[in-house]
Protein backbone atom coordinates (compact mmCIF):
# COMPACT_ATOMS: atom_id res chain seq x y z
CA UNK A 1 0.00 0.00 0.00
CA UNK A 2 1.15 3.00 -0.50
CA UNK A 3 0.48 6.68 0.30
CA UNK A 4 1.06 9.60 -2.86
CA UNK A 5 4.80 8.60 -3.81
CA UNK A 6 5.63 6.69 -0.83
CA UNK A 7 5.36 3.28 0.84
CA UNK A 8 2.89 3.04 3.95
CA UNK A 9 2.50 -1.16 4.45
CA UNK A 10 3.98 -4.13 3.14
CA UNK A 11 2.16 -7.22 3.32
CA UNK A 12 3.97 -10.36 2.63
CA UNK A 13 2.91 -13.70 2.61
CA UNK A 14 5.22 -16.98 2.55
CA UNK A 15 5.72 -20.37 3.80
CA UNK A 16 7.51 -18.48 4.84
CA UNK A 17 8.39 -15.21 4.09
CA UNK A 18 11.40 -13.19 5.18
CA UNK A 19 12.62 -9.68 6.29
CA UNK A 20 16.07 -8.34 6.54
CA UNK A 21 17.30 -4.94 7.65
CA UNK A 22 20.78 -3.49 8.05
CA UNK A 23 20.83 -1.86 11.10
CA UNK A 24 22.80 1.43 11.29
CA UNK A 25 26.35 1.02 12.78
CA UNK A 26 25.66 -2.60 13.48
CA UNK A 27 27.50 -5.46 11.42
CA UNK A 28 24.53 -8.00 11.95
CA UNK A 29 21.14 -7.37 10.37
CA UNK A 30 17.82 -8.15 12.05
CA UNK A 31 16.06 -10.99 10.39
CA UNK A 32 12.50 -12.02 10.81
CA UNK A 33 10.73 -14.79 9.17
CA UNK A 34 6.86 -16.06 9.43
CA UNK A 35 4.31 -16.77 7.29
CA UNK A 36 2.49 -12.74 7.39
CA UNK A 37 4.81 -10.19 7.71
CA UNK A 38 3.17 -6.93 7.97
CA UNK A 39 5.35 -3.54 7.27
CA UNK A 40 4.24 -0.20 8.83
CA UNK A 41 6.08 2.49 7.94
CA UNK A 42 4.52 5.53 10.09
CA UNK A 43 4.77 3.02 13.11
CA UNK A 44 8.34 1.73 12.19
CA UNK A 45 6.93 -1.39 12.97
CA UNK A 46 7.49 -4.99 11.90
CA UNK A 47 4.77 -7.40 12.39
CA UNK A 48 5.62 -11.24 11.97
CA UNK A 49 2.74 -13.87 12.64
CA UNK A 50 2.13 -18.01 12.30
CA UNK A 51 6.01 -18.99 13.19
CA UNK A 52 7.00 -16.01 13.64
CA UNK A 53 10.90 -15.65 14.46
CA UNK A 54 13.41 -12.66 14.46
CA UNK A 55 17.11 -12.58 15.01
CA UNK A 56 20.07 -10.44 15.57
CA UNK A 57 23.79 -11.11 16.76
CA UNK A 58 22.87 -15.02 16.85
CA UNK A 59 19.59 -14.15 19.46
CA UNK A 60 16.43 -15.45 18.94
CA UNK A 61 12.93 -15.02 19.57
CA UNK A 62 10.29 -17.65 18.05
CA UNK A 63 6.62 -17.67 18.89
CA UNK A 64 3.41 -17.41 17.11
CA UNK A 65 3.10 -13.11 17.42
CA UNK A 66 6.02 -11.00 16.69
CA UNK A 67 6.39 -7.04 16.90
CA UNK A 68 9.37 -5.57 16.61
CA UNK A 69 9.74 -1.86 16.87
CA UNK A 70 12.27 -0.81 14.55
CA UNK A 71 13.25 2.44 16.10
CA UNK A 72 13.39 1.25 19.71
CA UNK A 73 14.99 -2.05 18.65
CA UNK A 74 12.34 -3.62 20.92
CA UNK A 75 10.86 -7.14 20.17
CA UNK A 76 7.49 -8.00 21.49
CA UNK A 77 6.57 -11.62 21.46
CA UNK A 78 3.32 -13.29 22.41
CA UNK A 79 2.10 -17.28 22.20
CA UNK A 80 -0.92 -16.50 20.34
CA UNK A 81 -2.53 -19.45 22.69
CA UNK A 82 -2.86 -20.25 25.79
CA UNK A 83 -0.80 -23.32 26.14
CA UNK A 84 1.52 -21.41 23.40
CA UNK A 85 5.43 -20.76 24.07
CA UNK A 86 7.65 -18.12 23.10
CA UNK A 87 11.39 -19.16 22.61
CA UNK A 88 13.90 -16.85 23.59
CA UNK A 89 17.82 -17.44 22.95
CA UNK A 90 20.60 -15.53 23.69
CA UNK A 91 24.04 -16.44 23.62
CA UNK A 92 26.36 -16.15 26.15
CA UNK A 93 29.33 -13.59 25.51
CA UNK A 94 32.71 -14.17 26.48
CA UNK A 95 33.67 -12.14 29.53
CA UNK A 96 36.87 -9.73 29.37
CA UNK A 97 39.09 -12.36 31.12
CA UNK A 98 37.91 -14.92 28.19
CA UNK A 99 35.44 -17.24 29.93
CA UNK A 100 32.09 -17.19 29.59
CA UNK A 101 29.42 -15.71 32.01
Sequence with gaps: HSV?????TIIAKGAPAFFT??????????TASGKIIEYYKAKELI???QQAAIEQNS???KS????????ERIVKAN??????????????RPNNKGKVD
Design 59 to 61: STV
Design 79 to 92: SGKQSGRVEVVIPA
Design 21 to 30: QKQKGEQAPV
Design 47 to 49: HIR
Design 4 to 8: GEGVD
Design 64 to 71: EDIQYYIN
